[in-house]
């Protein structure tokens, strides 16, 4: 049980492009999902929480205009990178909690790389 | 604020023990631990809670100090597939469930 998938695995871009990266609970409904983006040899810094149906919460120092995040269902959220430029190129992690649980099981991944 | 992790990397035989530390200058509600392999997503160990737990499964166990703001994670008689990332995530229980992430302490277990 508590599997999180991401989707894609890897996506290279070219500079100013948008990039979607979907986050599904496959096995329970995520009342919570949260993104993370982690740098090589790094820790995962917190970019947003985002509660089903309601507009997600955004860390000091992330650009909501830039990275849109859409939970428009309990299995599903999105992260949007717009205009995506070099900096851009991390690893995107999403987790996701359920309920009144605070366990957090984290999706695979995705690796971001933008030309 | 970030949790302190400490060490910040141990290199162990087969078989031997090591201890993780995590602390805060917050007061605590949560503890969770995570170990992230190379290039993959952080695994969930465990979560523990205010009230002083402790809580083990299999050869890796974890406690929580709520006093003293500080959880330690024990992996005895290490096996090769414990080489890892360990991170530790707190929760300061103020109702949003989000995790702040320390640095990480790097383990490798050698044969």
């Known amino acids: 049980g508590a599997v999180v998938s991401q989707h894609p695995s890897w996506v290279i871009c070219k500079s100013g492009t948008s990039v979607k990266i979907e986050c599904r609970s496959l096995?329970?409904?995520?009342?919570?999902m949260f993104w993370y983006r982690q740098f090589p040899k790094q820790s995962l810094m917190l970019m947003a929480t985002?509660?089903?149906?309601?507009?997600?919460?955004?860390e000091q120092g992330v650009e909501k205009d830039k990275f849109l995040i859409n939970h428009a269902s309990l299995t599903l959220s999105t992260l949007t990178v717009t205009s995506a430029h070099p900096e851009d190129s991390s690893f995107y992690i999403c987790?996701?909690?359920?309920?009144?649980?605070?366990?957090?099981?984290f999706g695979p991944g995705t690796r971001l790389t933008v030309t | 604020q970030q949790p302190v992790q400490s060490p910040q990397a141990v290199i162990l035989r087969e078989g031997e023990d090591a201890v993780i530390n995590c602390s805060s200058s917050?007061?605590?509600?949560?503890v969770h631990w995570y170990r992230q392999k190379h290039g993959e997503a952080p695994v969930f160990l465990m979560i523990?809670?205010?009230?002083?737990e402790q809580k083990g499964h299999d050869k890796i166990s974890a406690s929580f100090n709520e006093k003293k703001q500080q959880s330690s994670l024990y992996l005895t008689a290490s096996q090769l597939s414990y080489s890892g990332t360990y991170f530790c995530?707190?929760?300061?229980?103020?109702?949003?469930?989000?995790?702040?992430f320390g640095k990480g302490t790097k383990l490798s277990v050698i044969p």
């Open positions: 523990l809670l205010k009230g002083g």
């Open positions: 096995d329970f409904q995520a009342t919570t």
């Open positions: 987790s996701a909690r359920e309920g009144l649980a605070y366990e957090q099981y």
């Open positions: 995530g707190t929760d300061s229980g103020a109702g949003s469930y989000q995790l702040t």
């Open positions: 917050k007061a605590l509600y949560s």
């Open positions: 985002s509660n089903e149906g309601s507009k997600a919460t955004y």
